[in-house]
């Protein structure tokens, strides 16, 4: 549900992907939120900090794309289909859900044929369900939604809680 903003890929972990990526040609962002300052902060912080996590382990990618509202269902589409990997950022896994299903990329997803990797939201929409633990405020109840189901695994990385409000 994490990652060490100093090192987010261990070697370990490094050299698994080098090992499972056929190429660099493309790695296709999707970010766990619809909303302009979320999908911005992506663009800006994010995307620029896991580019430089993938260098420090030996993988740069040619290309890299952002899916966003704005975004045309084709590129979108087009984007997954000539991709390397694909990885679903942290966020609001409802929202995330929404953005894939509007740009029709969940059956894509399903049968992709690169690397996918999950950060919290996006790990939770990989799963066989997205179950929220009562966490927050923004997530004061339980709640358990079908996911990609692309691991027949159901993940609930957040099972933590702020203070007793949410026990």
Same mark, same amino acid.
């Given at each position: 549900?994490?990652?060490?903003?100093?090192?987010?890929?261990?070697?370990?972990?490094?050299?698994?992907?080098?090992?499972?990526?056929?190429?660099?040609?493309?790695?296709?962002?999707?970010? $766990?939120?619809?909303?302009?300052?979320?999908? !911005?902060?992506?663009?800006?912080?994010?995307?620029?900090?896991?580019?430089?996590?993938?260098?420090?382990? $030996?993988?740069?990618?040619? !290309?890299?794309?952002?899916?966003?509202?704005?975004t045309? &269902?084709?590129?979108?589409?087009?984007?997954?289909?000539?991709?390397?990997?694909?990885?679903?950022?942290?966020g609001? %896994?409802?929202?995330?859900?929404?953005?894939?299903?509007?740009?029709?990329? &969940?059956?894509?997803?399903?049968?992709y044929?690169?690397?996918?990797?999950?950060?919290?939201?996006?790990?939770?929409?990989?799963?066989?369900?997205?179950?929220?633990?009562?966490?927050?405020?923004?997530? %004061?109840?339980?709640?358990?939604?079908?996911?990609?189901?692309?691991?027949?695994?159901?993940?609930? %990385?957040?099972?933590?809680?702020?203070?007793?409000?949410? %026990?």
């Open positions: 549900s994490g990652f060490n903003k100093e090192q987010a890929f261990w070697h370990e972990l490094g050299e698994q992907l080098k090992e499972d990526l056929t190429n660099t040609k493309r790695i296709v962002y999707i970010p $766990g939120s619809t909303k302009k300052e979320k999908i !911005d902060k992506t663009i800006n912080e994010k995307i620029p900090l896991f580019t430089e996590h993938f260098r420090k382990v $030996g993988i740069v990618f040619e !290309d890299v794309k952002c899916i966003t509202p704005k045309t &269902t084709k590129e979108a589409q087009e984007w997954i289909n000539n991709s390397s990997m694909v990885m679903m950022m942290s609001n %896994p409802f929202l995330q859900k929404n953005l894939l299903e509007a740009k029709e990329l &969940t059956k894509l997803l399903q049968n044929d690169g690397v996918i990797m999950g950060f919290s939201a996006g790990a939770m929409n990989m799963s066989k369900h997205i179950i929220i633990t009562p966490c927050s405020k923004e997530y %004061p109840e339980f709640d358990v939604r079908p996911g990609l189901n692309l691991s027949e695994l159901s993940i609930f %990385p957040h099972n933590n809680f702020e203070g007793d409000d949410f %026990p």
